[in-house]
């Protein structure tokens, strides 16, 4: 990779950041495409963040990625965001148009660009999507402006509720349900889904014996999507394909979230399969999966 005085500079903003795959898929797609960019990740504290943001414009980058913890927080110091960004109140992706900042989130639609990748289409599927955080939200708005109805089910039901009200307010009410995480509830809904996204942490390592769904509520007829992607091979993934299910982890999700920034600042078609194939690689270097 040749940095020339012209070489136009995008990034990633985050706390902690030395652990992020974004600079390998992107770094990989910039090398493919021959294009004369360079992704760098940035350690941005969150009492650094207007300054960071400001650094934007002032250095002339041309868009960077932001994550936890800044994804709600930055939308104060953008000029404008998207009508997406504004319903979840949440921007991972700032585009530097001539200086003036504007913020969207890439995790909805690629969340549904990567299973549909997988799965093919989804839209009008019955869902139940496990936590009510800030994925929760990007995975729900997404199945719902494809038509889905939607069960949100949270270990502190009130988020879940709050999401659901969040739904009712753009999209057809009466096609979203809020539900605790408890045996019960879940026994009720399971056997009505087609697709169950989890979006909490629960089987991230080091936590990788955990499941948020008794395994023996699982059945052949369901699409498991788990966000993790931290073992590979999430106990709720094995156990969903043990039983007959489909089931796939959140790594295509981030090549496909990390994708369309990159096509929003460089205009170029990202290649999927350069940015997966770089992270498998970094991956197997160094986490020996
Ligand atoms: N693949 C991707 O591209 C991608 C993108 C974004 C996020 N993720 C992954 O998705 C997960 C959530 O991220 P986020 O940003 O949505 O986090 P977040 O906003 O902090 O939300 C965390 C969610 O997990 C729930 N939770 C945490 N610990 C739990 C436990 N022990 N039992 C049951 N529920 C629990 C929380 O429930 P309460 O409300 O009760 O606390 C909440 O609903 C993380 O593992 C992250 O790595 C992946």
Redesign the pocket.
């Known amino acids: 990779m040749n940095v020339l005085g012209h070489t136009k500079v995008l990034g990633v903003f985050g706390d902690p950041i030395a652990h992020s795959l974004s600079p390998v898929m992107h770094n990989a797609a910039i090398r493919w495409l021959n294009i004369d960019y360079i992704y760098v990740p940035f350690h941005v504290l969150p009492k650094n963040l207007p300054e960071a943001i400001k650094g934007i414009s002032a250095m002339g980058l041309a868009g960077v990625n932001v994550t ?1 913890p800044h ?1 709600e927080q930055v939308i104060e110091y953008l000029d404008e965001i998207s009508e997406r960004s504004a319903q979840i109140r949440s921007v991972n992706t700032i585009v530097n148009v001539d200086g003036r900042l504007r913020g969207d989130t890439t ?1 909805g639609p ?2 549904i660009r990567s299973a549909t990748a997988e799965w093919g289409k989804l839209d009008g599927c019955k869902a139940l999507i ?9 995975v729900a708005f997404a199945l719902a402006e494809i038509g889905c109805e939607i069960i949100v089910a ?3 039901r009130r ?1 879940a509720v709050e999401l659901v009200e969040g739904l009712n307010q753009v999209f057809e009410a009466g096609k979203f349900g809020a539900a605790g ?1 408890s045996e019960q509830e879940l026994i009720d809904e399971m056997p009505e889904v087609d697709l169950v996204v ?5 089987g ?1 390592h080091p ?1 990788v014996d ?1 499941i ?1 769904v008794p395994p023996e509520l699982l059945h052949p007829r369901l699409l498991v999507y788990d ?4 073992p590979v091979r999430t106990r709720l993934v094995a156990e969903a394909e043990k039983c007959g299910a489909r089931a796939m ?3 295509s ?2 090549v496909y ?1 990390g994708a369309i920034s990159f096509e929003m600042w460089t205009g170029f078609q990202a290649p999927i399969s350069v940015m997966e194939e770089a992270i498998h690689k970094t991956l197997g270097d160094t986490r020996g999966q």
């Open positions: 936890i994804k995790d690629g969340f496990l936590g009510a955080g800030g994925s929760a939200k990007a949270n270990r502190t988020r995480l989890n979006t909490t942490s629960v991230m936590d955990s948020p966000l993790v992607y931290s982890n959140g790594l999700m981030l979230q």
